[in-house]
């Protein structure tokens, strides 16, 4: 009895430090179970508590720092510049063609794992033809952030991330099956396109465009010059060596899917190739390192600090008694759909708490209780994927009011307008993943 208010008061008091901001993510990970811990009496085994959890998580931390600096390096050095100069190419005035580019666009930039990038690249290539054509922004922001949703669970993406992390299962176990119902989920997004672009075209017809797209300069206003861009320093471009990377980009897709090393292996060796092969100066090497040591930092020291929080979750058998004490109150019918319960409940769950608060306080325990039914954590980590569509609109996510500024839309009418979309999209991924067999309907 007493572990079980230990762990829900931790569980509690984490997420209400976090969602009120009394304290960092970060911080509330590492000091928030220690302290419970400690009132436990669990103080002479703590030191390998949070060793032993920070050993599981350990090849999950390297996968994302050397996930983070190979997209980076080929973002500086240009692989996604020609397919923005494409997609720009083919829409030119009809809004059908510009709302599916914009769906097209924006996830294949999302194949970095960050959202603040694709927001900028996406939004900066695609809103001069928008506000050109006075077609609704809000159709761009809507497209945008839902294909975001979901190419963002790409293990070094995130959510992945924070959900094989907190119940101790191999990112790839997790993402590679779901593989063909993320596709399903992206076939949805670009029907949506279609169907938003359609109702555009209906309304303003197709616009004949200048070839030398000189109406960006004369027709757009003059604030929009001021929208934030990625860095666009033309010497870290490599346009010669475009098809090389490439090609060193779906040879480590390829391999990640089949395995043939382990992930974290996988990055390391692309990121050094890539490194060497686009900057061979060692001066230019640390700058590009450098650059995105931010991004680095940020997302690997939350998932090491999740260690210490998973660790003393598990190993003081606090979770244990949490899902027990949740199995006791859930109807007995119940149990066997705790996999279904959780892809749906993930919605309101991701965007009314942070993703930190639901996968490392509220994940576990569902997982606990779903194993009594024979549910694998591995199953329940795909299931709890579902709601990352709705996520993003949540007010909790700070790269979300990066969009609509850049895109210069009202946060509320860029909810309203998506809110139902996501949910379509989130219902779609379930459906998709159920289809595979990702996680039982009924255990």
Known sequence: MMLTILGFGMVLTFMYLIMSKRLSPLVALITVPIVFALIGGFGNGLDDMMLDGIKKIAPTGVMLMFAILYFGVMIDAGLFDPLVRIILRLVKGDPLKIVMGTA???????????????????????????QRLGMNALNMTCVTILAGGVMNLTPWGGPTARAATALHVDPADVFVPMIPAMLLACVGIMVLAWYLG???????????????????????????????????????????????NFGLTLALMVALVIGVLPMPVLFMVGFAIALVINYPNLAEQRRRV??????????????????????????????????????????????????VITALASMPFTFFMSNDAFYFGVLPILSEAAGHYGITPVEMARASLAGQP???????????????????????????????????????????????ALYPLAA
């Open 198 to 244: 359609m109702k555009e075209r209906r309304r303003l017809g197709v616009i004949t465009m200048p070839h030398d797209r000189n109406w960006l300069d004369a027709t757009v206003s003059d604030d929009a010059n001021a929208l934030p861009t990625v860095e666009d320093a033309e010497d870290t471009k490599r346009p010669k060596l475009l098809w090389v």
């Open 290 to 339: 450098v650059n995105h040591a931010g991004n680095v930092l940020s997302v690997v020291s939350l998932i090491f600090a999740a260690g210490i929080f998973t660790g003393i979750l598990s190993n003081t058998g606090m979770v244990e008694a949490m899902s027990r004490g949740f199995l006791a109150v859930i109807p007995e019918t119940w149990g066997p759909y705790l996999a």
């Open 104 to 130: 097209a666009l924006a996830m294949l930039i999302s194949l970095d794992g960050d959202g603040s990038t694709t927001y900028m690249i996406t939004v900066s290539a695609m809103l001069p033809l928008y």
């Open 390 to 436: 709705v996520h993003l609109l949540s007010p909790l996510v700070p790269s979300t009011y990066l969009l609509v500024g850049l895109a210069k839309v009202d946060f509320a009418d860029h909810q309203r307008f998506t809110l139902k979309w996501a949910v379509l999209i989130c219902l779609l991924l379930m459906i998709g993943s159920l289809l595979c």
